[in-house]
Each structure stands twice: as C-alpha cells, then as structure tokens.
C-alpha cells in the first residue's frame, strides 16, 4: 500500500501516488476537468472516491468512483426542498459516515446544508434539523458563502456528531443528526456586537482527533481553540509562537492528541502567510506552544492554504501535507520536520486528502 | 422528434453521448427527458441561470421558457451562457 494523495483543485482533481517510502511521487491528472473540485475524498472503508465537485454553470455535484478515478458516477437529486425556501449552491465537503454504517455519508453544502446519503452516495436527504435550525436567522455568509465544511463523526458513537459552518459556528448532535446544539462557548466572534454570542461564529475548520473522542480542535476566523469536553467549552490557544490565529487548515496527528498543525495568515484583511514566509506551525503540547517547521519549504511566498487543503496520513512516523493556492503540493514524510514539494504549477488547490493505492 | 444537442462537459457526465433524439412536447419536457436534467435544472426543475437554450436557433427564454411548444421545431442547443474564470 502506498500514500494516495488526492487533490482537488479549481480545474479538476490531480491524484499524486507516493512510493514505498514517500520519497518520490507520481502525479495523474487532472480528472474531472471542468469541475472545481473543493473537496475530494477516498472512504477508507470500502476504497471509493468521493468529489465534491462545482460548475459555476451546472451546479454542485457528488461524483463516485469504484477505481479510483477511471470512471464516475454522478449522485442524483441533490437539492434542498421547497418547504425550506433554499436552493442549493455549492456543495463543500464529504465525510465518511461511521464504521458501523458502511453505506452511510455526509455532504456539507451552501448555504449552511447538511445531508446523509445511505446508499454510498447515490441520493442524498437533507438534515432538517440542522438546515431549520432555530438559529438560523442569526448565521451569515462567510466569504466562501455559508458553507458547511466540517463534519466530525464519533468514533464510538455513530450518533455524535459535529458540524461546523461559517459563520454559525460549531454544532453537536448526540441523536444521529435530529437535534444539533451550538457548541461555541468562549469562542470568539470579534466581528459581531456581542464578541461571544451563541451562534455566528467564523469557524474555518474543526477536527475530531480520531483516538480520543473528547477532544476537538479548530482553526477560527478568531484564533486557534481547542475543546476537551466534546466542544462544550473552548480554550483559545494563540500566542507561544504563534505568529497569527488567523487562518484556514488544519491538521492533526493521527495517534498523539496534543499534537496539531496550522498555517497561518497575517490576517483577515491580508490573507498570506506571516512575513512573506511559508511555514507551518506544531504544537507538540496541547497548544501551548508553536514552533515553526519550514526546512524544506520556500523561504520567501505569499501563499495561502485554504480551509481542506490539509491533511495527514496515519503511518509512522506520520505523513503530513498541504497544497497553496499558487499550485504546489508539499509533503512530509517526518512529521513536519523536513519538506519536499512533490507537485507544482497545478491549478489552485482547493482540498488536499489522503487515501491509499496498491 | 426533436434532436438536443449538449455541450462536451455534459456529454461528459451523460457517458459521452452529446445529442439525444427525444419525443417532446415543449422545451421542458425534453429537458427532463435527458440524463443530465440535474445539470441544467435546478431542483425545483428551473432552468440554472447560466444555461441558455435555443429552439431553432431562437432563445428559448424569449419565448415560453420550459413552457414553449417544440411543435415542428428540429433541434435544440444547451449552451452554457459566456461567464466564469
């Protein structure tokens, strides 16, 4: 089994197949040409890919393929009853439903759209709790619109889960995705009226960490937090090496909880990386402390990662990679402590997942 | 009988195949009829914005919309409207 990395750009999905050791790379590509790709996923349970893809004329789609990327098949139906008064606009991230439920996956969409499929894919039903959520009226559109892209399942409990919108915030459910509580206290909203309301907060990513349930980590609009209680309280966590807590990615280490990755920006009014340097930030802590990592990484860039352009894989020592908006994809095989640029000159990346390929 | 003719990416999502023979009464029914209807149609069954529809080379939305009768007519054009980046 090798790394498949699996790159969603704005002009079709690129595979890159990493050999025995991760040291030399293989791209193929582009698939789906003609689709933005913002999210591109293989389902670790049965080896399927699944795309998130977007046509600014034919609409959002969810593409399927059984061999790995040879041929696709297009979900039917997606849409968002009338009843609701939405239509569907974008359609943004797709998560692997729980172990026990083979068939099951989620879709996060615009505007602020969850849906669960139970047939790997091929139709999909909206989660009326969260699309009716009585808050509703209080969520707005990020820049991106407002685009549910995060969805975090339990790994004991196929009930609990995690969504998280911008700007809304984070949500939990503990009933299977009936009723979804906001879940965003101490979490700051520094561009609304009250710093710390209920809902409207501008969360970029959240992350579940795989082996310890209780604890959650996202990359905010207003800083970095993490949550050791299922997202019941927030500690914010900049600061300690830090340069911003603004930014987008996110990634976590597949075994040890105390230790996350992040790409930050100088701000939401200048949305580079710190200084014209591309680095990415580890806490080996909990978030007590940031070092930066960029041996290996181009010492003068204004790049940007976007929101799902992160990611890692979960042999050891733990591969962790990233793709900018100006094309290049990066890979570590140590950890983050030595990078290579396995790809460049692609279309801007949108997402960035790991698979595997044999 | 009418012919739709549809543009490459959609003949890419309908196995390959860019023109379709289909027996229609106005312009949305021949729509419906093609394996790509959720690419053109949005999920109420509108036509998206960005598509443009010809009937005989006439704007379909100059006419009756999805409403229009194909009586007589010989083809129809899916057109992606001139946008993006």
């Given amino acids: 089994m090798g790394v498949l ?34 999210h591109a996923m293989q389902d670790p349970r049965d080896g399927n890919l699944y795309v998130a893809g977007n046509n600014f004329v034919y609409g959002g789609t969810v593409q399927r393929s059984s061999d790995l990327g040879q041929t696709w098949e297009r979900s039917e139906g997606l849409g968002l009853p009338e009843e609701t008064g939405l239509k569907l606009e974008e359609v943004w991230h797709v998560e692997s439903g729980h172990e026990s439920e083979p068939e099951t996956l989620y879709l996060g969409a615009t505007p602020g759209a969850l849906f669960r499929s139970g047939d790997k894919g091929e139709t999909w039903e909206p989660l009326m709790g969260l699309v009716q959520h009585e808050t509703r009226e209080q969520w707005q559109p990020g820049a991106g619109g407002m685009c549910c892209h995060s969805i975090q399942i339990d790994p004991e409990d196929p009930k609990q889960m995690y969504a998280a919108i911008s700007a809304a915030g984070a949500f939990r459910t503990d009933d299977g995705g009936e009723t979804w509580m906001p879940r ?60 911003a807590g603004f930014g987008f990615p996110l990634a976590l280490h597949p075994r040890d909880p105390d230790i ?19 680095g990415v930030y580890r806490t080996t802590d909990g978030g007590a402390n940031w070092e930066l990592l960029q041996n290996g990484l181009p010492q003068q860039a204004w790049a940007a990662v976007m929101r799902e352009g992160f990611a890692s894989d979960r042999n050891d020592p733990a591969g962790i990679y990233f793709g900018t908006q100006s094309g290049s994809v990066f890979a570590s095989a140590s950890e983050g402590d030595e990078w290579m640029e396995v790809a460049r000159q692609l279309p801007p990346i949108l997402s960035v997942e790991v698979g595997e390929w044999s | 009988m009418v012919v739709v003719r549809i543009p490459s990416l959609l003949a890419d999502q309908a196995g390959g195949q860019g023109t379709f023979e289909v027996e229609a009464a106005t312009v949305g029914e021949a729509l419906r009829g093609l394996p790509v209807r959720d690419l053109v149609l949005d999920e109420r069954g509108e036509l998206r914005r ?17 409403e229009t009768p194909l009586a007589g007519a ?4 899916v057109i992606a409207a001139v946008a993006g980046g």
């Fill in chain 1, 184 to 243: 965003n206290k101490n979490v700051a909203a520094d561009f609304m009226p009250d710093p710390f309301p209920e809902v409207g907060q501008c969360v970029h990513k959240l992350l579940l960490h795989p082996e310890q349930r209780e604890r959650l980590w996202q990359q905010n609009h207003c800083g970095v937090y993490r949550s050791d209680d299922r997202g019941d309280d927030w500690e914010r966590l900049e600061g300690n090496g830090l340069p």
């Fill in chain 1, 260 to 278: 996350a990755y992040v790409i930050p920006e100088e701000g939401a009014e200048n949305r580079v990386t710190p200084n014209g340097r591309l």
């Fill in chain 2, 50 to 66: 960005l598509v443009n529809v010809y009937v005989d080379g006439e704007d379909a939305r100059r006419g009756d919309g999805l």
């Fill in chain 2, 74 to 77: 010989q083809e129809i054009r």
């Fill in chain 1, 5 to 38: 990395l699996l790159v969603g750009t704005r002009k079709g999905l690129f595979l890159i197949r990493g050999g025995a050791n991760r040291s030399s790379w293989e791209l193929e590509g582009p698939l789906l040409t003609g689709w933005s790709v913002f």
